[in-house]
């Protein structure tokens, strides 16, 4: 995921939401992060600081005073150790004192000594973290460059619903994982960048459809690594249960008259689009309002061909980079490289959608990246995640490729 181990400095202050950091802890070292702990001695009040030293294999800091080697000074020493800080939870203290530039503790004394980026994750009662005061310092220290994980909204331990609750480790990792992505792919910032995902889905009547087994998983990995990487995303989503990426604007869409609406009216901005939704290539040509009941006879539907979107996109193609998807079950490559061709693509992935663990629903897919006027690039089985990443790497050159000409 990462080239070695980065560096993440997580101080830990006094709340309720302690648990979630702890749950950050061990989410961040599964991650392939080499995590260190500061807490402040209200955050020991709600989990001991033995707890994060087993999830983060690291010393646990709290004493200012605490120096176990004369030859460092301890808070200047893991300030300079970061790559980045996370400061989760964050209270209202804490904020107020770093905007200030009060160091009283472990915390708050190495804070001011970091130069490395910031994230901060608010947790507080709803109408602390509405309070003048409250957002004034969050103002202060946004202009100072640091970053803030916005509170989700729902039930807090106080007794109130509203915004407050420090935004989940999940997400927290995500925000850590695209920080450390955007150093390494400084390039993407500012390409806008359109994926399309999933099935559709043509109707018949009110109960039954048409559509196929895509599940969305290779376009969603897609999505969320091109935002990772600092990239302007747009995913245009079939039906799938999946959740939105995160930093992704998505689009949900149903039927392939929907998904071309979509793609068409965003494609002039975009600098890159990858088709790896399953668009239905057929419809019913007629469709009712209510229920088709059973009987006795053999029943016919008649089907209509919906429009090629891949196909338009190429024929529009002016400045973009084209990509697109090729599942098969047979003559796998050579249907892939006739359709590199006959929709005008820079580049296209061909998969077997009868492999085992590649294609439609799995998390993994062994894919095929065909190129013109270049030896085809086949990769192993891989996690989807990862398959994305080469997709990306590979759009990487024909960017270059694009701009030497």
């Given at each position: 995921?990462?080239?070695?181990?980065?560096?993440?400095?997580?101080?830990?202050?006094?709340?309720?939401?302690?648990?979630?950091?702890?749950?950050?802890?061990?989410?961040?070292?599964?991650?392939g992060f080499d995590v260190k702990?500061?807490?402040?001695?209200?955050?020991?009040?709600?989990?001991?600081?033995?707890?994060?030293?087993?999830?983060?294999?690291?010393?646990?800091?709290?004493?200012?005073?605490?120096?176990?080697?004369?030859?460092?000074?301890?808070?200047?020493?893991?300030?300079?150790?970061?790559?980045?800080?996370?400061?989760?939870?964050?209270?209202?203290?804490?904020?107020?004192?770093?905007?200030?530039?009060?160091?009283?503790?472990?915390?708050?004394?190495?804070?001011?000594?970091?130069?490395?980026?910031?994230?901060?994750?608010?947790?507080?009662?709803?109408?602390?973290?509405?309070?003048?005061?409250?957002?004034?310092?969050?103002?202060?220290?946004?202009?100072?460059?640091?970053?803030?994980?916005?509170?989700?909204?729902?039930?807090?331990?106080?007794?109130?619903?509203?915004?407050?609750?420090?935004?989940?480790?999940?997400?927290?990792?995500?925000?850590?994982?695209?920080?450390?992505?955007?150093?390494?792919?400084?390039?993407?910032?500012?390409?806008?960048?359109?994926?399309?995902?999933?099935?559709?889905?043509?109707?018949?009547?009110?109960?039954?459809?048409?559509?196929?087994?895509?599940?969305?998983?290779?376009?969603?990995?897609?999505?969320?690594?091109?935002?990772?990487?600092?990239?302007?995303?747009?995913?245009?989503?079939?039906?799938?249960?999946?959740?939105?990426?995160?930093?992704?604007?998505?689009?949900?869409?149903?039927?392939?008259?929907?998904?071309?609406?979509?793609?068409?009216?965003?494609?002039?901005?975009?600098?890159?689009?990858?088709?790896?939704?399953?668009?239905?290539?057929?419809?019913?040509?007629?469709?009712?309002?209510?229920?088709?009941?059973?009987?006795?006879?053999?029943?016919?539907?008649?089907?209509?061909?919906?429009?090629?979107?891949?196909?338009?996109?190429?024929?529009?193609?002016?400045?973009?980079?084209?990509?697109?998807?090729?599942?098969?079950?047979?003559?796998?490559?050579?249907?892939?490289?006739?359709?590199?061709?006959?929709?005008?693509?820079?580049?296209?992935?061909?998969?077997?959608?009868?492999?085992?663990?590649?294609?439609?629903?799995?998390?993994?897919?062994?894919?095929t990246l065909i190129r013109r006027?270049?030896?085809?690039?086949?990769?192993?089985?891989?996690?989807?995640?990862?398959?994305?990443?080469?997709?990306?790497?590979?759009?990487?050159?024909?960017?270059?490729?694009?701009?030497?000409?």
């Amino acid at each position: 995921m990462m080239s070695g181990k980065k560096r993440v400095l997580l101080c830990v202050t006094g709340g309720i939401a302690v648990f979630k950091a702890a749950a950050l802890t061990s989410k961040l070292s599964q991650s392939g992060f080499d995590v260190k702990v500061l807490m402040t001695k209200s955050a020991a009040e709600f989990v001991t600081p033995l707890t994060f030293q087993a999830l983060s294999r690291n010393p646990v800091h709290m004493d200012t005073f605490n120096e176990k080697d004369p030859e460092k000074i301890a808070h200047i020493d893991i300030a300079d150790w970061a790559d980045l800080v996370i400061v989760a939870p964050a209270t209202a203290n804490v904020i107020g004192k770093i905007a200030n530039g009060i160091a009283d503790d472990m915390v708050t004394t190495t804070l001011l000594a970091v130069t490395a980026p910031v994230m901060i994750a608010p947790a507080m009662n709803v109408h602390m973290y509405a309070h003048p005061a409250v957002t004034k310092n969050m103002d202060t220290l946004r202009s100072f460059g640091y970053t803030f994980i916005e509170p989700g909204e729902g039930f807090l331990a106080c007794g109130y619903e509203g915004k407050g609750r420090m935004e989940e480790p999940e997400v927290i990792v995500k925000e850590a994982e695209a920080f450390f992505s955007q150093q390494l792919h400084p390039q993407w910032k500012g390409r806008n960048v359109l994926v399309t995902a999933g099935p559709t889905q043509e109707t018949i009547d009110p109960v039954r459809f048409f559509s196929n087994r895509s599940s969305g998983k290779m376009g969603y990995s897609i999505a969320e690594e091109a935002a990772k990487r600092g990239a302007t995303v747009t995913l245009v989503s079939g039906p799938s249960s999946l959740l939105d990426p995160p930093g992704v604007t998505t689009v949900r869409v149903t039927t392939a008259e929907e998904m071309y609406d979509a793609v068409i009216s965003r494609y002039h901005d975009q600098d890159l689009v990858i088709k790896s939704a399953a668009v239905a290539d057929y419809r019913p040509s007629e469709t009712f309002e209510q229920k088709v009941k059973k009987s006795n006879d053999d029943m016919t539907i008649p089907m209509e061909r919906t429009k090629d979107i891949l196909k338009e996109l190429g024929e529009r193609k002016e400045h973009q980079i084209l990509v697109g998807f090729a599942a098969e079950s047979e003559q796998v490559i050579s249907y892939a490289e006739k359709k590199l061709q006959s929709k005008n693509l820079d580049m296209v992935c061909a998969n077997s959608i009868v492999d085992p663990g590649s294609g439609f629903q799995s998390n993994t897919n062994a894919i095929t990246l065909i190129r013109r006027d270049q030896e085809a690039q086949s990769l192993p089985l891989l996690q989807k995640k990862e398959v994305a990443t080469k997709i990306l790497d590979a759009a990487d050159e024909l960017f270059e490729e694009r701009d030497k000409r």
